[in-house]
């Protein structure tokens, strides 16, 4: 059973059709096709589907029951309010079942024809801020934004697994996706509400793909089941749903089609990439340490390597700064994606404080600030969402960079931008935090592998 003192972590739609999905062995590919695709694409069978959400939003690791798990996104708390649904060229919209790995028939929609070439698919990610803003509060908002980018960063890379783009569908507003997976239709219990959030277009390499979806899609459409109940006794944020209301301002739904592009950079950067690792390994073994080994040393082509990777293949509106330590040849200090130094001298005492006293952070050998240029959501709020999400695939980036490169990452949301002015960041705002170094969750917290299985 769920625990009494927090929500119910899994979203199931009571009296829908359910379709359990097989399981098929990993794919065999060098984890450095997480950051670009595998060049021999898979088929879009119900196997590959069910191999992407498993690898891309499947639980990995459990340190208990079935409710205490590791999923292969991370997430605030590991509250995990994001969920994920499909629709298929033929109209048909599934919700992904992450506890049993299973799909849900939510609804049947107009057919998708011409918007996505032979075999592609959406994803539609939502959250449920109910989730975490039950530990957090109102800036439990501002982590479910971010978990949604992880899971769309954990998405792109089981995608990349298995050959495919996965492509975000930055106009598409959260309106219009309402209608589509009939939440307009739903009651859900108050406070509890689901939100839609981010649009992906899963198509293969330099296949076609609609920059929005259309809103007519549910002319005469159908949809089934109910929403299970999370807790007994949700609560309201009316600053959260002032937050929600404003921010889905600004959408522009172009109806044109696209091409997938290859992807940028990554060909003078691929030698830098380690191929004595397994993808799917790196997937399902990543965890978040608690606690940084302080005698762990990087070598100074690791700091590179890593740096110009995450600084090439991140989403545009985000960059970031890294604070560095216990680096060969290379001074500790903060430096610019570049590496150029904005000060160099001892960092520990501060990322300390910068990131709400949470002294693992201080020992990590690389804290990786995320910021961005927040003011113009001031103009087109929707811009707050999208800052968020880039900045969550980020996160998951670098969390995927660290595995690949024998380390461990762990995301911080602090949000101190007083701070950063002590390193003169004062024209872009804090909104993510990744630490990266060599370390372990501690013993009560050590979750075991995990692998689907069927009764």
């Not at 670009?36 to 891309?56: A, C, D, N, R, Y």
């Not at 609804?107 to 939502?126: A, H, Q, S, Y």
């Not at 999400?389 to 602090?414: D, F, K, S, T």
């Not at 004062?426 to 372990?440: A, P, Q």
Request: hydrophobic share 35%; net charge negative.
């Amino acid at each position: 059973m769920p625990s009494p003192d927090r929500p119910d972590p899994f979203r199931t739609w009571d009296g829908a059709e359910r379709l359990d999905l097989p399981l098929p062995p990993d794919p065999e590919v060098s984890c450095k096709h997480l950051l670009t695709p595998f060049p021999e694409p898979s088929p879009f069978t119900l196997e590959s589907v069910s191999k992407f959400l498993e690898l891309g939003a499947g639980i990995t690791g459990i340190y208990g029951d079935i409710y205490r798990t590791v999923r292969a996104n991370p997430s605030a708390g590991n509250l995990h309010p994001e969920e994920t649904y499909l629709l298929l060229r033929d109209g048909s919209l599934y919700h992904y079942n992450v506890k049993d790995h299973s799909l849900s028939l939510r609804g049947r929609l107009k057919p998708l024809d011409g918007l996505l070439p032979e075999g592609g698919f959406f994803v539609i990610i939502t959250a449920i801020y109910w989730r975490t803003l039950w530990k957090y509060g109102v800036r439990g908002f501002r982590y479910s934004l971010l978990d949604v980018g992880h899971l769309y960063g954990t998405l792109k890379a089981a995608g990349h697994v298995l050959g495919w783009r996965v492509i975000p569908l930055w106009n598409s507003s959260p309106d219009t996706l309402e209608r589509i997976l009939g939440f307009d239709r739903v009651a859900f219990a108050e406070g509890e509400e689901e939100y839609p959030q981010l649009a992906l277009a899963v198509v293969p390499p330099s296949g076609h793909y609609p920059v929005a979806l259309p809103p007519d899609l549910t002319e005469g459409a159908e949809f089934y089941g109910e929403p299970n109940r999370l807790s007994p006794d949700a609560v309201v944020f009316e600053d959260v749903v002032a937050l929600e209301r404003e921010t889905r301002k600004g959408y522009v739904e172009e109806l044109r089609t696209e091409r997938a592009a290859s992807v940028p950079h990554i060909d003078r950067l691929k030698d830098r990439i380690p191929e004595d690792c397994d993808a799917a390994s790196v997937i399902r073994g990543r965890r978040s340490p608690f606690v940084y080994r302080e005698d762990n040393y990087l070598s100074k082509d690791t700091l590179m390597d890593m740096v110009s990777l995450a600084h090439e293949l991140r989403e545009d509106g985000v960059t970031f700064k890294v604070f560095a330590q216990r680096v060969l040849d290379v001074k500790d200090g903060a430096y610019d994606p570049y590496l150029n130094p904005l000060k160099v001298g001892r960092v520990k005492d501060f990322l300390v404080k910068l990131t709400c006293n949470q002294k693992h952070c201080g020992n990590a050998n690389l804290n990786f600030v995320i910021v961005s240029n927040l003011d113009l959501s001031y103009e087109v709020p929707k811009l707050y969402r999208t800052v968020h999400y880039r900045a969550g695939a980020l996160g998951q980036l670098l969390y995927l960079l660290g595995e690949i490169y024998g380390l461990n990452g762990n995301a911080i949301g602090c949000f101190n931008d007083d701070l950063l002015a002590i390193y003169g960041i004062t024209d872009l705002s804090y909104v993510h935090h990744v630490s990266i170094g060599k370390g372990d969750p501690p013993q009560s917290w050590m979750a075991k592998p995990f692998r689907y299985g069927r009764k």
